[in-house]
């Protein structure tokens, strides 16, 4: 029997809605489930549920063999009895503690000796020598994160849970912590669970994904698959985009990288995707189609394709093409008849470079 996660929780909150979540799903060593959704969602909230920080007036949660919580046979697991890492979204340094403080926090099970080994241990994990005796206010934004994570990870939890692990920090510092993150995660081989709301740290973090709305669990899956087949309206919309396929860089030129999807050859703007192995991300907007072999636009990626559905939303129209791989379109239903759209039609769809979104992934 394949070890799982299972969480089906009911918790209620004074003025809104409830959160009803429902998520099971199988780990290994390193698996990574997201949890995705808009500010107010009730991430956060089923994050410190399997925290043991918040209690669910009804539900079940189980990790592997170990239930947590289970209200119906009156099993309430305390949090300190529940082995798990937890790193809330400010960090919550204590700042009268230096770094070798923060991180041994949680260590005072073991001796003097095995406690100045295992912060040693974390010093050289989280790259964080030379600081050891520095207070939180005298570190550096990523300097705090790495603190936070080393102080969770040190009393080697069986599951460790971050909430928005980056988005105290700047841009720039996000974007190179972002793939660190991904590869210590891997290192060191802990499930994990992280709250997030951008859908570039979900591509780049996840192996797992849960959508959640309004308190709801609207699907779980592969980041790719849900991404670029969301299985409702409700889970499109808060996903936000609606191309979402593999492609590798094969090149870059004047500014240019140069990405194979399934065969065909895409350009977009030279920017932040490590490669060579990327997800590329377009959203349905930024698709305009064309008629004819002549190109209309001045848009660098002119992709024949053939129309192999049409979803029509009010006055717009959601279209599928098949171009080497599945591009969706959104236009509206004048040009749906303008175009006489139909599936089988041939049509030449045209992307700016700038549109066509690159985010570094692992290779498979």
């Given at each position: 029997m394949a070890a799982e996660i299972d969480i089906h929780i009911r918790k209620t909150f004074p003025g809104r809605g409830p959160i009803r979540a429902q998520i099971r799903y199988p780990?290994?060593?390193?698996?990574?489930?997201?949890?995705?959704?808009?500010?107010?969602?009730?991430?956060?909230?089923?994050?410190?549920?399997?925290a043991g920080l918040e209690w669910p007036?009804?539900?079940?949660?189980?990790?592997?063999?170990?239930?947590?919580?289970?209200?119906?046979?009156?099993?309430?697991?305390?949090?300190?009895?529940?082995?798990?890492?937890?790193?809330?979204?400010?960090?919550?340094?204590?700042?009268?503690?230096?770094?070798?403080?923060?991180?041994?926090?949680?260590?005072?099970?073991?001796?003097?000796?095995?406690?100045?080994?295992?912060?040693?241990?974390?010093?050289?994990l989280f790259q964080l020598h030379g600081l050891e005796a520095a207070?939180?206010?005298?570190?550096?934004?990523?300097?705090?994160?790495?603190?936070?994570?080393?102080?969770?990870?040190?009393?080697?939890?069986?599951?460790?849970?971050?909430?928005?692990?980056?988005?105290?920090?700047d841009a720039p510092t996000r974007l190179h912590l972002r793939d660190e993150l991904r590869s210590l995660l891997k290192e060191l081989a802990l499930p994990s669970i992280i709250v997030t709301?951008?859908?570039?740290?979900?591509?780049?973090?996840?192996?797992v994904m849960a959508v959640i709305n309004a308190g709801e669990v609207l699907q779980v899956g592969a980041p790719i698959e849900v991404f670029s087949r969301p299985q409702d309206a409700a889970a499109a919309r808060?996903?936000?985009?609606?191309?979402?396929?593999?492609?590798?860089?094969?090149?870059?030129?004047?500014?240019?990288?140069?990405?194979?999807?399934?065969g065909t050859t895409l350009m977009a703007v030279e920017g932040e995707a490590a490669g060579p192995d990327v997800f590329v991300c377009i959203r349905s907007e930024d698709v305009v189609l064309e008629r004819g072999q002549t190109p209309v636009s001045s848009a660098r990626n002119h992709l024949p394709g053939t129309v192999t559905m049409i979803t029509r939303m009010g006055a717009l129209a959601r279209v599928t093409i098949e171009c080497g791989f599945p591009l969706v379109a959104t236009v509206t239903q004048s040009a749906v008849e303008e175009f006489g759209l139909v599936s089988g039609v041939p049509v030449v769809a045209a992307i700016k470079a700038g549109a066509v979104h690159l985010v570094s992934r692992q290779r498979d």
């Open positions: 780990i290994e060593a390193s698996t990574v489930l997201i949890l995705f959704g808009p500010s107010g969602s009730g991430k956060t909230t089923i994050l410190r549920c399997l007036e009804e539900g079940r949660i189980q990790f592997v063999s170990r239930v947590w919580l289970d209200t119906r046979a009156g099993i309430q697991v305390p949090p300190q009895h529940r082995h798990v890492g937890y790193m809330p979204q400010d960090y919550a340094l204590f700042p009268t503690h230096t770094v070798s403080g923060n991180i041994a926090y949680g260590l005072g099970h073991l001796s003097g000796a095995n406690r100045k080994k295992r912060v040693d241990e974390m010093l050289d207070k939180p206010r005298e570190l550096s934004g990523g300097q705090q994160q790495r603190v936070a994570l080393a102080r969770a990870v040190a009393p080697r939890p069986l599951l460790l849970l971050l909430d928005e692990p980056l988005s105290a920090l709301h951008d859908w570039t740290e979900a591509l780049t973090l996840g192996d808060i996903v936000g985009i609606e191309t979402v396929v593999k492609g590798r860089v094969v090149g870059s030129a004047d500014g240019m990288m140069h990405v194979s999807v399934n």
